[in-house]
């Protein structure tokens, strides 16, 4: 069984999708051991509670430092004995040394087709406006590994979406999220727990 933990900081619907992925076994071989959260008011801690899932928030602000953070983030972390680190929505910087001591073992979802649209400032409903600011008649999302640049990882998955007449940025990230995110988290996850990738 692959031991994965769900890094988030807002709605958690990409979190979600993973734990009705795990319920209805379009996932296999793979069980979220911790949700862990930057942002207290998270509603994707109470989607962990309602699942049975143990919630844990840890803020950058409750700290003196950022490298107090740092190692307690990797502490806390290293407590799960996790296999997988799945970030869903988490707009915090990785550590260094977590990418290191999990080198292969963090991905991220990100919501366009990288090398589009990612990077510094490039997160959450962002990403759409500037995709429809540019005027793309197709986005989407990408599942890709961690290292430590921003986004820069090596590819898992990704998924195109058309842009529609009259899309605005909310429109265009709810049919990022049904017809592409949705999907490949889970996607992912089932590839890595089954050896498929
Ligand atoms: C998702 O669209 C995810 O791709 C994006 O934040 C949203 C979180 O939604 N992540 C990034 O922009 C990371 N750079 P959720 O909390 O409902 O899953």
């Given at each position: 069984m692959l031991r994965v933990g769900v890094m988030v900081s807002g709605g958690g619907t990409n979190l979600q999708a993973i734990l009705d992925a795990m319920e209805n076994e379009t996932v296999t071989n793979a069980e979220v051991e911790v949700v862990i959260s930057?942002?207290?008011?998270?509603?994707a801690l109470e989607r962990a509670k309602n699942h049975g899932i143990e919630a844990v928030c840890l803020s950058?602000?409750?700290?003196?430092?950022r490298e107090a953070f740092n190692e307690a983030f990797l502490k806390k972390v290293d407590?799960?004995?996790?296999?997988l680190i799945v970030l869903?929505?988490?707009l915090v910087t990785i550590p260094p040394a977590m990418i290191q001591k999990y080198r292969n073992k963090i991905i991220n979802i990100h919501?366009?087709?990288?090398?589009?649209?990612?990077?510094?400032?490039?997160?959450g409903l962002k990403v759409h406006e500037a995709a429809l600011k540019r005027g793309v008649k197709l986005t989407g999302a990408t599942v890709h590994f961690v290292d430590e640049?921003?986004?820069?990882?090596?590819?898992i998955l990704q998924k195109a979406v058309e842009v529609l007449p009259g899309d605005t940025p909310e429109i265009l990230q709810r049919r990022v999220m049904e017809e592409a995110e949705w999907k490949l988290l889970p996607q992912a996850i089932h590839m890595i727990a089954n050896k498929k990738l």
């Open positions: 930057n942002n207290p008011g998270a509603y950058p602000k409750s700290f003196e430092s407590e799960y004995d996790l296999d869903a929505g988490f919501p366009s087709l990288i090398p589009a649209f990612c990077g510094v400032g490039y997160y640049g921003m986004d820069s990882g090596p590819i």
